[in-house]
Structure formats: structure tokens, C-alpha cells
């Protein structure tokens, strides 16, 4: 049987369907691959950590719940992070019910993430860490609709075909949204991309 | 004759490669002809690598721990809520019954006190205040104040709900003189009326 710690790598659809069938180390390997990824595309569409890693338990404990209703014919990153999208889409309308606003979604809050391993630069200096900042916030500055698709292409890296499910619409309109938001938001950052 | 609107959006298809052979030499062109476009796309081909860039965060060390925890809780709910509706016939039955039998005698119990007090609650209360922790009713022309003692319940909310003013909260201290047993003047049968001389 594929292991990882064979050096065979099982594919996400694998993990799905052996946690289907009831190994529940699969689903640990599901929860350590995809962790990190959907806390960096729930953070950056809604701007708090905090909330943002209570939506990631929230995304996996669905995952749990319904495993069963996950069908082959989809690829799982896509069902997982329409689960992901779903919640954080959830999360904003109440956010706009209670009008809140918050400084500490702008950009990072107090408590303290690690930066993962890989990406840690001692390095880098204050002024990568202000354009990350600036970045970010004027991410959070687009409509949501341009946002989520931004995120998914240029963050997550996911190909138009897969937004279009996840997102649910059509590819067309993907290419059409993510254009539009890179216009946006290069018109807002002209003086740190012309640099 | 496609103008720069319609160059716009064609940018991130020409920045990705992915348009087709026409599309991407007109694009071409016309990115040499014009400096807003041509810096609109170095722009976007800049903001894409950014934000590929970004810094990735980790989920807090003990990430793993609490949501193998949630799951725990769950299942053990799940678990005791199918062990209560699968209990043999022999347990469910009694169960079920006795259960019916307190709900229909709680109500039996209750309602006629509750309807009481609606009946004996003046309809035109505008001088009911809550003190105390119960609806008092002030008669200034008699000098005596009426107290309904057994008004804690639904009778009571919805008269504090219409006239929220007239009441204090429950640890608020009575402003008039104490009503206890040795000023009580007149009482009903039910008990949830009584009549106490406070001023002489």
C-alpha cells in the first residue's frame, strides 16, 4: 500500500478514500498537508489569525464529518477548499451583520505565528516585511469576489479550472475576475511594484 | 482596431501565455506602441510574483492536539446519543411514559396558576414596578401596595417587556416600605395576590 514514509507519495484522493474506509491516520496525513495551506488562504481572505485557524478546524472537522459525501469525479483539493471558502465566505457576511471592524484584520495581530520553516529568513529585512504588510492589506481591500480568486490563482496557485468549480463559475468569468483584480490592485501598488 | 480598454484585458492571458498566436502578436505590438499598457503589464507580471511570494504561516503549534480533541468530544456525543435511542423497549418504554406523565402533570400544575395570575394581573398596568424580584403594584389612594409573589415567570416578562421603565433590577432594594407578614392586610385563595398597608 502507497506510504509516505516509503517515499510514495499517495495522492489526496488516496487519503480520502482510505479515511473513507476508515483509517484515520489518512485523514492525519490530509489534516498535515493541508493545514498550512488553508490557514494561508483563509487568512488572507479574511485578515485575522485567530479566526482564520478556527475556520481551518472547522474546515477539517466537515471533512470528518462528511467524508462519505465526497465523490471521486472531483478532485479533493477542490472539495476542501470549497468547504474552506464556504466558511470564510460565512464568516465575512457575519462580520458585515455585526459590523465590526477590526485594525487587527489589516494585517498580522499579536499572537504569534510561526512563519514555516522553509520561508523563514532572518534575513529579511523591515522593509520585506512592510511591503508584505502593504500587500496584504490592499489584498484585503478588494471585493471579496476578486479577492477569493485572486488568492486561489496567485496565492494557492490552483489552475483556472479548479477556481471555477471551487468558486462556482464559470471559467470565463474566473479569467475575467482575476484579471480585474490583478489591474486592481497593480493600480494600487504601482509605487511598490515600480520600484 | 482594439483600443486600450480592450488590451486591458487581455493582459493577464498575454502575462501567462496562454493566448492564442493572433491575440498574443497584436498584444505585442501594441505593448511596444504604448507605455500605459506596457507598464500595466510589467506590473502584473511584478504583483504576480509577489504574491506568489508571500510568506506562508503555520497553524499554532498545538493545532493537531485541539482538533483531534474536538473530534473526540463529538464522537463521544454521538456515541451517547445513540446509545439513548437505542435502549432496549423494555427501558425506552417506562422511560418515555414517566417522562409524559411529569411534562402533562408540570403543565397541569402550571397552567392554571399562570392563566390565574393573567386573569388577576390588571390589564392597564402602567403603575406595576418590579422590586425585589417581584411585580409589586403601588395604590396610592389606598396607601397599601399589591404584591404578586408567584409572578416570576412568563406573566411577569411580558409585563416588564412593555413598560421596561417602570422596573428596577432583581438585586435593586425596594423603595417603599417593606411589605412582610405583619403589615399584610388581605391575601386571595391562590396566594398570588396579597395586599399590604404601608403607609398609616
Known amino acids: 500500500m502507497a506510504d509516505e514514509g516509503k517515499g510514495i507519495r499517495p495522492t489526496d484522493e488516496d487519503l480520502i478514500e482510505r479515511f ?44 470528518y464529518r462528511n467524508r462519505t459525501a465526497y465523490q471521486k469525479v472531483a478532485k479533493f483539493s477542490t472539495w476542501i477548499y470549497t468547504i474552506a471558502g464556504n466558511l470564510a465566505k460565512t464568516e465575512l457576511r457575519k462580520r458585515k451583520r455585526r459590523r465590526f471592524f477590526s485594525i487587527s484584520e489589516l494585517g498580522y495581530n499579536e499572537k504569534d505565528y510561526d512563519i514555516a520553516d522553509d520561508a523563514y529568513n532572518p534575513e529579511r529585512d523591515v522593509d520585506s516585511r512592510m511591503k508584505e504588510e502593504i500587500i496584504h492589506q490592499q489584498i484585503m481591500a478588494l471585493s471579496p469576489k476578486f479577492r477569493q480568486v485572486i488568492l486561489l490563482r496567485d496565492v494557492k496557485q490552483l489552475s483556472y479550472e479548479e477556481i471555477s468549480k471551487i468558486v462556482n463559475i464559470p471559467l470565463g468569468t474566473v479569467k475575467s475576475r482575476v484579471n480585474r483584480g490583478r489591474l486592481k490592485l497593480q493600480e494600487k501598488l504601482r509605487y511598490l511594484l515600480e520600484r | 482596431m482594439k483600443n486600450c480598454h480592450q488590451f486591458e484585458e487581455l493582459i ?14 497584436l498584444m505585442e505590438q501594441h505593448v511596444r ?7 500595466k503589464v510589467k ?5 504576480c510574483n509577489n504574491l506568489r511570494e508571500l510568506p506562508e504561516l503555520s497553524v499554532s503549534p498545538d493545532f493537531e492536539n485541539i482538533l483531534r480533541a474536538r473530534i473526540s468530544i463529538e ?26 406523565a411529569l411534562i402533562l402533570l408540570a403543565f397541569a400544575l402550571v397552567f392554571p396558576r399562570v392563566s390565574n395570575q393573567k386573569s388577576s394581573v390588571p390589564q392597564a398596568a402602567t403603575d406595576l414596578q418590579w422590586k425585589g424580584g417581584q411585580v409589586v403594584q403601588q395604590n396610592a389612594a389606598s396607601g397599601s401596595i399589591t404584591v404578586y409573589p408567584a409572578l416570576d415567570r412568563e406573566p411577569a ?9 417602570k422596573f428596577l433590577s432583581r438585586n435593586s432594594e425596594p423603595t417603599i416600605a417593606s411589605a412582610d407578614s405583619t403589615n399584610l392586610l388581605a391575601q386571595n385563595e391562590n396566594l398570588d395576590e396579597l395586599v399590604y398597608q404601608t403607609s398609616y
Open chain 2, 33 to 39: 506602441e504604448c507605455q500605459a499598457c506596457s507598464r
Open chain 2, 75 to 100: 464522537n463521544k456525543q454521538r456515541r451517547r446519543l445513540s446509545e439513548s435511542l437505542f435502549f432496549p423497549w423494555q427501558v425506552r418504554v417506562p422511560v418515555y411514559g414517566i417522562s409524559f
Open chain 2, 157 to 165: 416578562i411580558n409585563i416588564i417587556s412593555q413598560h421596561p421603565s
Open chain 1, 20 to 63: 473513507q474506509n476508515g483509517d484515520l491516520y489518512a485523514f492525519d496525513l490530509i489534516v498535515k498537508r493541508y493545514k498550512n495551506q488553508l490557514l494561508n488562504f483563509i487568512y488572507r481572505f479574511l485578515g485575522n489569525t485567530e479566526e482564520s485557524e478556527d475556520l481551518v478546524q472547522e474546515t477539517f472537522l466537515r471533512v
Open chain 2, 12 to 25: 493577464s492571458g498575454y502575462v501567462e501565455g496562454e493566448l492564442d498566436h493572433k491575440s498574443n502578436l
Open chain 2, 43 to 47: 506590473n502584473v507580471e511584478a504583483l
